[in-house]
């Protein structure tokens, strides 16, 4: 059960500090508990265990379902514990706003309202707070119905908290999908309909394995590595008519009119699936509309441009560490530009033959 007790409340005036605000969020988390049900699972994320706890049942679905396959194994404490819910399900309200309106930025982020131990965000519109205390190695998820939550909200759990508890780590989010094998595979970066997804997802059933179509999580140092840390995938219409055999896999077909296509391959294709491997390259796709595919290398600002600008756009706080390990691992890993033609079964077979030379040569020292 949370460690905050849903005794005598907490929330008795408006929180001085950060940490103040985060102490009444866990006292509601804890209330909300008590009314509607307690539940938690723990997943083992790039080698670090979340412990995930639940007011109620509406949002553990879909706030578990895209790390279904990082479920962890065996017993262990927990080195972050993260506390979600709702104010409809379990009839329990947030700890009123201790700044005012006008301290929301663009970003999330509450302005005047973050310190170095306590990150906050409150996305208007989108209506989902977050907030992480590093000092208790607690974090809150809450929004004020879980009706209310953004599609894309489900395929990526986790990436904000995550964002901001690895800061001082050698792991990183990225917007970037990435395949390969146990030996070793590639990033593949770019902006929102680079080509991310369908480059992806056109290696399923190739002789290269799948860790993300969109975010993954990457160790830059010693060694770049990237671990699955989702295992979804998105397509917009357009893009999963070129996948016609994924069309009864896809979860959300009833909502596709304002959604894009979302599927979890960790059921329809567990076999598809890899938990990480050693990042031989970084590749940016480029549609070029002729029929063949091929690989030439990049420059390192090229792939920079195509990794940076978007991880900081989604991730708040931290921006200049951030580009600081995007610059290790471009640097550490070899850059390549995908020149991908219209005819799809060429990317795997090109990108098969990148990786399996790369791997060679990793092998050879």
Not at 75 to 94: H, I, K, Q, Y
Not at 132 to 145: C, E, G, H, I, N
Not at 147 to 168: A, C, G, M, Y
Request: hydrophobic fraction near 40%; charged fraction near 20%.
């Amino acid at each position: 059960m949370a460690r905050a007790q849903a005794g005598r409340s907490p929330v008795t005036a408006r929180a001085a500090t950060p940490a103040e605000f985060v102490e009444q969020a866990e006292w509601c988390f804890a209330r909300a508990a008590k009314a509607a049900g307690f539940d938690q699972r723990t997943f083992d994320l790039g080698g670090h265990r979340i412990e995930m706890q639940f007011a109620g049942t509406k949002l553990l679905d879909p706030m578990t379902r895209a790390l279904a396959h990082c479920a962890a194994r065996g017993d262990g404490p927990a080195e972050l514990r993260v506390c979600f819910f709702d104010t409809e399900s379990t009839g329990t309200a947030m700890a009123p706003p201790a700044w005012s309106p006008d301290q929301y930025t663009g970003s999330g982020q509450i302005a005047g309202f973050c310190d170095d131990r306590v990150e906050t965000s409150y996305q208007v519109g989108w209506d989902v707070f977050q907030c992480l205390d590093r000092q208790r190695r607690v974090a809150l998820y809450w929004t004020p119905s879980w009706r209310l939550l953004p599609w894309w909200e489900v395929s990526f759990p986790l990436r904000v908290i995550l964002h901001w508890w690895l800061r001082d780590t050698e792991l990183q989010p990225v917007h970037a999908a990435a395949v390969g094998n146990a030996e070793g595979g590639v990033l593949i970066a770019g902006a929102c309909g680079a080509g991310k997804s369908t480059t992806a997802l056109s290696c399923l059933g190739s002789r290269l394995q799948y860790a993300g179509d969109d975010y993954t999580l990457a160790r830059v140092e010693p060694a770049p590595y990237v671990h699955c840390l989702y295992n979804t995938a998105k397509l917009d219409p357009q893009g999963l008519e070129r996948f016609p055999h994924l069309a009864a896999s896809v979860a959300n077909r009833g909502r596709l009119d304002r959604e894009k296509a979302m599927l979890f391959l960790h059921e329809s294709q567990p076999a598809a699936l890899i938990g990480g491997f050693p990042v031989r390259a970084v590749v940016v796709p480029e549609v070029t509309g002729r029929q063949d595919t091929a690989v030439e290398p990049a420059t390192q600002s090229l792939t920079m441009l195509a990794l940076a600008p978007t991880t900081t756009r989604h991730l708040p706080a931290a921006r200049a560490r951030t580009v600081a390990k995007l610059i290790r691992l471009t640097k550490s890993a070899g850059c390549y530009k995908l020149l991908a033609g219209t005819d799809l079964a060429q990317i795997p077979e090109a990108l098969t033959s990148l990786v399996e030379r790369l791997n060679r040569e990793a092998a050879s020292g």
